[in-house]
């Protein structure tokens, strides 16, 4: 081939490329995949999410996890939990260094995350909470519904026709939840749901396992626990956050059901589905279940990814 045709097909190539390429480019900002943003629930932190945002991430997604205000990085500990051995009696009347954080500067901690990703082009966010993290969920989608393309409550806490945790908690179909039990000494002392998950008491320990972790893997559960902060913050428990139709409720939403959910029994879950689709009939809940325990993100995470993508 004489060096002119072949530069003439090299250079067609190369143009030929360069817009197949800018096609492509161009095809994805059209089509970008919405970022996942994950609020975790009562004594936990963000790295409770790790294993969904990986299987995320494989399939193109990204996935932000953060620490809620006192929890995972940001935790501070009671001095009768950390000394050696454990305090018995301070853990059942020390008051929590917690005790000041409010649901109010969880959802400040939420928005400033979110804030910054939408502004800085991301688009409006999926976000996602577990347990105690859906009062988070409701909290910010009132201050700030446009920033959130679609709400996920991994059976969580959707407080409507009551105002907290705390009257949910007191309501028959929620009387089976083995929460309560785990607390330790007289929460509203304390200034927080104070547990144990670092007990020398086998009893206790199991009972904390089969609250939160019953189908996790031991060795997951071992793990969890050496990263759980016993503190909650009471006012994430006790402090109302009224939603409206027409904010909150504007929002798609979607609840994951847990069937075999020992802290929000599936009856529970099924009243605050009831409640929220009642406000709002034009927006109802899109409804997903898995046949899992409390912890789904921990004992199936696989189908915990699976139904998130089906809500994208």
Known sequence: MKRRSFMTNLSAGVVGTGLAMSSVASGAREETKPTFVFVHGAWHGGWCWAE??????EQGYNGVTLDLPGHGLRAQFPNAYTVTPQDAAGLSTQISPLAAITLNDYRDHVLSIINGLVYNGSGPVILVGHSLGGVTLNAVAEAQPTLIKRLIYLTAFVPIAKPTVLDYLSQPNFVASQLPPLFLGDPTTLGAARINPNSGYPTYVGNVKNALYLDVQDNVITATLNMLTPDEPLHGLSDAVTVTAGHWGSVPRSFIRCTN????????????IAEGDKLTPRNPFML?????????????????????LEMV
């Open 52 to 57: 969904v945002v990986r299987l995320l991430a």
């Open 288 to 308: 997903k279940t898995i046949d899992s325990s409390h912890s789904a993100f921990l004992a199936h995470p696989e189908d915990v990814v699976r139904v998130l």
């Open 261 to 272: 959910d020992h802290a929000i029994p599936l009856a529970g879950q099924d009243q605050m």
